[in-house]
Structure formats: structure tokens, C-alpha cells
């Protein structure tokens, strides 16, 4: 007993030293300011992560203009749906997501000028009777597919005679790849999604198609707090220096190379 509480206590001098030192070291990161990303880090190749580092366009962008800004970047890892909110109330400074900007979503933050092109698109099972954009029905013959408050999710959601296939027929998950995983299960007969993660999943799944068809072109751009105008036109400025600089192509390219 004796021995076991002298080694709690040298674990613990240790553990105590530990601390010090990286004390120190976040003391020398708050002195630069901090820069809190939010992101929902399955969605390749925007973000995703390799063993415990975040990669992907959307961490090198925001990389990129930390650095301009002379700030620290700060990655969290959330679920989707909890990043407008948490940008709203300060909780982070930004959302780099892949993230699309819609009318509903500017009604709650603002957004940076655009810096990349999604579109929706829709995966099948190779083989499967669905060919087209014409096969997708919402009278219940097959269910959809999507993440869970995603642009993919809010269309195929609607109302029939808004373009959707209803509520009823959606099957919500927390990743794409769950979406993904559910579609080779045979849960669900189509995914919708943005077309660049959809091409890292076919590409790491056997057995799946993308359909030869676009269901809806959008804009990414970065949400940032309505109040936060200074931190908009800081991003913005840095942003249009990377595009000058060729850096955003180049860091597009790495993930995408051009064919
Ligand atoms: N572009 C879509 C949207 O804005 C999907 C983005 C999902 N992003 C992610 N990191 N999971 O709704």
C-alpha cells in the first residue's frame, strides 16, 4: 500500500510538471489570440482526420488565415447542426464546414465571400434500378440518405412540390459516412451529399455509385457572428490575399488534383 501511494505521488509530481509546462505554452498562445474554428471533421476532403490531426481544405484555409491574422487556430470537432448555433452565441469564432450559404442560415449569421463550389449529387448502390435523377420517388418505394442538417438533408426533406420526397422518406445521421454505411447496409437507397466527400466515399467503399446528375450547385463560405463585422472583414481581406497569392488554389489542388 505504502509503495503503491509513493508512486501516486511521483505520477503526480509529474502529472503537476506536465501541467506547468503546457500552461506555459498556452500562456504564449493566448498572447498571440486564439482563433476557434468550428467543424464536423468527416467530410473529406474538406475535413477529416488522419490518425489525431484535422486535415483537409477547410483546416489549411483556416490555417492560412490564422496565420495572416497572426492568431492561433483552435480546431473543434462538433456535431454539424451545432456550429451555426455556437458561432451565433460566441461559443467559436467561425465555421469552416464545407458549409453552404443559404437564405435560412444568413438569417442567423453572416457569411464570408465564397471560396470554394459544392454540389449536391446522389449515391446508389452500383446496379441499382435507380439511374437518375427521374427514379428518386418520395411515395415511400425507398428512403434517403443524408447528414443530419446538411443542405442534402433540408432538400430532400421538403415538400414534393418543392423538389423534395418528404420528411417520411429521410433517414437522418450524424456523419456522411454513416449515411454512407447505411446505403451498403440496405437501410437506404440513395444518398445525398456534396459531391467532393461523395467521391472520397465511393472511392473508399466497393459496391457504390455517384449518379450522372447535379441536384443542386452551392457556395461554401465561412459563418461568422452578425456582431463580428471586424473579424468578416479581416477574413475577407485574408481570403482575397490567398486567392491573389495562387495559396487557395494551391490548397484546393492538393486535395483535388485537376484531371
Ligand atoms: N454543404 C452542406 C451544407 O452546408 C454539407 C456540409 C457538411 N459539412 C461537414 N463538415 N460535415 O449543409
Known amino acids: 500500500m505504502k509503495k503503491f501511494l509513493k508512486v501516486t505521488a511521483v505520477v503526480m509530481v509529474f502529472a503537476m510538471l506536465a501541467c506547468f509546462a503546457a500552461c506555459g505554452a498556452d500562456d504564449k498562445g493566448a498572447e498571440k489570440g486564439t482563433l476557434v474554428m468550428a467543424t464536423n471533421a468527416a467530410f473529406p476532403p474538406y475535413e477529416y482526420k488522419e490518425g489525431d490531426a ?3 481544405i477547410d483546416i489549411e484555409i483556416a490555417q492560412a488565415i490564422a496565420d495572416k491574422l497572426d492568431m492561433t487556430l483552435e480546431i473543434k470537432d462538433v456535431e454539424f447542426g451545432s456550429i451555426i448555433g455556437g458561432v451565433q452565441t460566441g461559443k467559436f469564432d467561425m ?23 459544392g454540389i449536391q449529387v446522389v449515391i ?37 412540390e418543392n423538389g423534395g420526397y418528404g420528411e417520411d422518406n429521410v433517414i437522418r445521421y450524424k456523419t456522411g459516412a454513416d449515411a454512407v454505411q447505411a446505403l451498403k447496409a440496405g437501410k ?42 471586424e473579424l468578416l472583414e479581416k477574413v475577407n481581406n485574408a481570403l482575397a490575399e490567398l486567392k491573389d497569392e495562387g495559396k487557395l488554389a494551391e490548397i484546393i489542388n492538393k486535395y483535388i488534383p485537376a484531371k
Request: charged content about 25%; cysteine-free.
Open 54 to 56: 484535422f486535415v483537409g
Open 95 to 117: 465555421g469552416i464546414a464545407g458549409m453552404t450559404v443559404t437564405d435560412e442560415r444568413l438569417k442567423s449569421v453572416n457569411f464570408s465571400t465564397s471560396y470554394a463550389t
Open 124 to 160: 446508389v448502390a452500383s446496379g441499382s434500378d435507380i439511374k437518375s435523377l427521374d427514379d428518386l420517388k418520395g411515395d415511400g418505394s425507398m428512403k434517403f440518405g443524408v447528414q443530419q442538417d446538411t443542405t442534402g438533408d433540408i432538400y430532400a426533406s421538403d415538400t414534393a
Open 188 to 229: 437506404v437507397q440513395a444518398v445525398i451529399i456534396d459531391n467532393e466527400p461523395a467521391k472520397a466515399f465511393v472511392e473508399a467503399n466497393e459496391g457504390l455509385e455517384i449518379l450522372d446528375a447535379e441536384w443542386a450547385r452551392e457556395d461554401y463560405a465561412i459563418a461568422i457572428a452578425k456582431e463580428n463585422t
